[in-house]
């Protein structure tokens, strides 16, 4: 069973960046997909993006295109999501997920959930 904690949260301006982490522990981290989600308050959780294993092939959620990037180190047992251009309507908690299997991309697709951090994007 593995164990997720992310970091790297806070208070940006519009416009600007910031690089979450989300470290794993408890299982070995490469034979995990690895998801970012996030939930805004009194919306639904909402898939962000996802890096399959090895990191080779990722997918985003459509209005993050081009804006945010996922990427993993499997010696690190990191994954980490770079938010660039930030804009209001990102603000939400961000949690990453894990599971073995490529299953799809809604929160039924992951069995393993960090506990969130929060980011919160100023106009």
């Known amino acids: 069973q593995v164990q997720l904690v992310e970091s790297g949260g806070g208070l940006v301006q519009a416009g600007g960046s910031l690089r979450l982490s989300c470290a794993a522990s408890?299982?070995?981290?490469?034979?995990?997909?690895m998801g970012w989600f996030r939930q805004a308050p009194g919306k639904e959780r909402e898939f962000v993006g996802r890096v399959t294993w090895s990191g080779g092939s990722t997918v985003y959620k459509d209005s993050v295109k081009g804006r945010f990037t996922i990427s993993r180190d499997n010696a690190k047992n990191t994954v980490y999501l770079q938010m660039n251009s930030l804009k209001p309507e990102d603000t939400a908690v961000y949690y990453c997920?894990?599971?073995?299997?490529?299953?799809?991309?809604?929160?039924?697709?992951?069995?393993?959930w960090g506990q969130g951090t929060q980011v919160t994007v100023s106009s």
């Open positions: 408890g299982g070995t981290f490469s034979s995990y997909v």
């Open positions: 997920a894990a599971d073995r299997f490529l299953r799809g991309l809604d929160v039924n697709a992951y069995t393993y």
